[in-house]
């Protein structure tokens, strides 16, 4: 599966410029030009950080002016990894991740290269989900959102938990560096049950969190937490069960010398209903996570549970034409299956960031039909659609890359 969006981008030639794979002798001119570009890899080991990429996954654009001393000025990887769909199931990922063009180099064309390099790297892994976490400077009109990340602000003095069972006693205090491999095991657990979280390989551990900070584990959940100034500041938080979120909250809340505990969380996580007042977690803002373009429509659809029926057509209006085209879409029982059904007559419009959105969860088939991106071309196929896509929760990703 190719695109013409993509294929023009890797057919342009740019003078003196040459795309390539990396070798291994490339890494110490790739991190100087991470360092130029994102003020250094934000690792806490550099050997574990690189143990994520393979070299045959990662872009580099050289400038080649120079006979003889070709310069790195672009880069970009792939990082393969799996997440989790509505239901549990696991779809393969390939993430794109320390994307760059130096400033010498910009407005050249030289990031579209990279970017149809990194697709050409993604159809090679044949991944199911093409992914990116797009950074402040930028973003991926062909990925749509697919988590968000609410931050929260609690005021420590003024929260109290809600009256409850008394607590089970099974919160133990930890170092990071001394309970990696239980907070790993705990991790895989919460991962595989929330939808849009990523699956971490070990060597994340050791590489994206200070091996200083504190830990509270629980049996079915734990936090990562760092104090600075008058805050506690949580690193990493999950829990499975009710007792386990309340018990590590109470044990966040009895940190007396601080005024605020600071906590990422999804957007309909629980935290502030654990409170008397749930006034006491302020939202500070909510910002766009993981992004996604679900290329293995068929595979992804049969992982996927739904929660009604659905039979019709759906017309996937996609300017990319990775995915365009009519397609049968019939769910029945919680399962469904995706077919090519070319030249029928289509129920629904809808475009591929809009059908990725909606397949995790992260807005509704109703909310963007009310916003003009999905289209009922059948009286009431969009509310019937609307019904078999509804989410039980709202997907939520705490590993960035």
Request: one cysteine or more; proline letters at 4%.
């Amino acid at each position: 599966m190719t695109s013409e969006l993509m294929a023009d981008w890797q057919s342009r030639t740019i003078n003196n410029i040459r795309t390539r794979r990396a070798v291994t002798s490339d890494w110490e001119a790739l991190r100087g030009r991470y360092d130029r570009a994102f003020g250094g890899v934000k690792t806490h080991d550099f050997e574990a950080w690189k143990q994520q990429f393979r070299l045959e996954d990662i872009a580099v654009v050289e400038d080649v002016t120079e006979a003889g001393d070709p310069r790195i000025v672009g880069t970009a990887a792939i990082i393969r990894t799996t997440v989790t769909a509505p239901g549990g199931a696991q779809l393969t990922v390939a993430a794109c991740a320390q994307g760059m063009v130096a400033t010498t180099h910009q407005k050249r064309g030289i990031y579209a290269k990279v970017q149809a390099e990194l697709m050409a790297i993604a159809m090679e892994t044949e991944a199911d989900v093409f992914a990116a976490m797009p950074g402040p400077g930028g973003s991926y009109a062909y990925v749509g959102v697919t988590t968000h990340t609410r931050h929260l602000c609690i005021d420590r003095g003024r929260a109290k938990l809600r009256a409850s069972d008394a607590d089970s006693g099974r919160v133990r205090e930890s170092l990071y560096s001394d309970s990696m491999a239980e907070l790993r095991g705990v991790y895989a657990r919460w991962q595989r049950a929330t939808p849009g979280a990523l699956d971490r390989a070990e060597s994340w551990w050791p590489s994206s969190l200070d091996p200083r900070a504190f830990v509270l584990t629980h049996p079915d959940g734990y936090v990562v937490y760092e104090l600075a100034g008058d805050a506690v500041h949580v690193r990493d938080f999950c829990a499975l069960t009710v007792p386990a979120h309340r018990e590590l909250l109470r044990c966040l809340l009895g940190q007396g010398e601080y005024a605020r505990i600071l906590l990422d969380t999804a957007v309909d996580d629980p935290t502030p209903l654990l409170l008397e007042d749930a006034r006491a977690a302020a939202v500070t803002g909510v910002d766009a996570g993981l992004s996604t373009w679900i290329l293995n429509l068929p595979k992804a659809i049969g992982a996927r549970e739904f929660r009604g029926d659905f039979h019709g057509v759906i017309e996937v209006a996609d300017p990319w034409r990775l995915s365009a085209g009519t397609y049968a879409l019939d769910i029945a029982g919680g399962r469904g299956h995706w077919t090519a059904a070319e030249g029928a007559a289509a129920d629904v419009r809808i475009g591929p960031l809009e059908l990725t959105t909606a397949y995790f969860g992260t807005h509704s088939i109703g909310e963007l039909e009310r916003a003009g991106r999905v289209r009922s071309l059948t009286a009431g196929a969009a509310d019937t659609l609307d019904r078999a896509f509804a989410a039980t929760r709202k997907p939520f990703n705490t590993t960035p890359f």
